[in-house]
């Protein structure tokens, strides 16, 4: 693996990552958005999600799609969608712009579903809308007539084939088209492992957005027979490190690791939190620049998880149920939680020293700035000149 700063000197040129490292993203909607008027709900909620302090929001696929989801893209150039028009789209997107919040498009290019049946009675031709690809866009394991994937099949959908110069050329031109004629800045890529990381490098040198995130999934380590999760899931981190490394660094990963273990750890657990090396045992562990937290969407422990990811390096992520939807409380606590992080200026690159761990109990240091833990167990720091700057069910979090 290269260097931090060698990487930030081609994120530079090249865009895809902020070089600051002080971001904080919000997944701003669910698997039951597309049912409701969800660019104007947004729209009513940008005062209040700059004034939290996110970033950038991760908005959902915003292309014409088969599923009412977003995930079946078939016309890219129609922004029509289950999520609201066009025209709403934008207004969304201006407004955001007016309060310094970035926009992140769902960039869904592993598949595409066709128009038109090809040669094999394959709906794998994209006839009578913008970028009418015939067979050859199609990866030949996936009923197309051209070239073998480079990565995972999406099984039961045409896959696109990325080792096409003219495939490659029209997906550039489309992402360069949603940066300046649409007005998104960032770019989440889809189901990263369904082709090669080299092409993800490609399209952010060429599209040059302001940040980048890739979802490389895969599933973490258990053990027969009871199938527990693996203590050590190095070999599951380094997957995700090694997907980064051939993106050129210029992209970051959804931090999958983290996510997997936190939540098996505050569930009794919490000793998973420290690796043999003393370290977070996520990709925030080995490249906390690149590693994009985030909890369960479903975590009976989200209180504990946000104390711990937005406490900890790496980039936050926080959905949008967790801020909206689950009451008052969570999100002040929520809020809270990302003041103290700007005031006490942790950033992704922050360094850590883990205390303590136990089954009930969790204890670190951030930058010497910030002091925190998590579980039912007993703690608090010995230096009186450490302060309570919050505190809630299981967590607490001090400062100087």
Known sequence: MVSDDKFEEQAARHGGIIKNGR????????????KHNWWSNLEEKVTNLAESGFTSVWLPPPTQSLSREGYLPQNLYCLDSCYGSLHELKLLLHKMSEH?????????????????????GMYNRYDGIPISWDEHAVTSCSGGKGNKSTGDNFDGVPN???????????????????RN????????????????????????????PLFAVGEYWDSCEYSPPDYRLNYNQDSH????????DNTGGLCAAF??????????????ELWRLRDPEGKPPGVMGWWPSRSVTFIENHDTGSTQGY??????????????????????????????????????????????????VRSDLYSAIIDDKLCMKIGDGSWCPGDPEWRLAVSGDRYAVWHK
């Open 23 to 34: 971001e904080i993203l919000f997944q701003a909607f669910n698997w039951e958005s597309n």
């Open 100 to 120: 310094n919040v970035r926009a992140m498009a769902d960039v869904v290019i592993n598949h595409r579903i066709g128009t038109t049946q090809g040669s094999n």
């Open 160 to 178: 696109i084939d990325h080792t096409q110069p003219f495939v490659r050329k029209d997906i550039i031109e489309w992402l360069i088209w949603l």
């Open 181 to 208: 004629s649409i007005g998104f800045q960032d770019f989440r890529f889809d189901f990263t492992k369904g082709y090669a990381a080299k092409f993800v490098k490609e399209y952010i040198e060429e599209s040059k």
């Open 237 to 244: 981190r380094q997957k995700i490190i090694n997907w980064i």
């Open 255 to 268: 931090d999958f690791t983290t996510k997997g273990i936190l939540q098996e750890a505050v569930k009794g």
């Open 307 to 356: 104390a711990y990811i937005l406490t900890h390096p790496g980039i936050p992520t926080v959905f949008y149920d967790h801020f909206y939807d689950q009451g008052v409380p969570l999100h002040d606590e929520i809020a809270k939680l990302m003041q103290i992080r700007k005031c006490q200026d942790i950033h992704s690159r922050s360094s850590i020293k883990i205390l303590e």
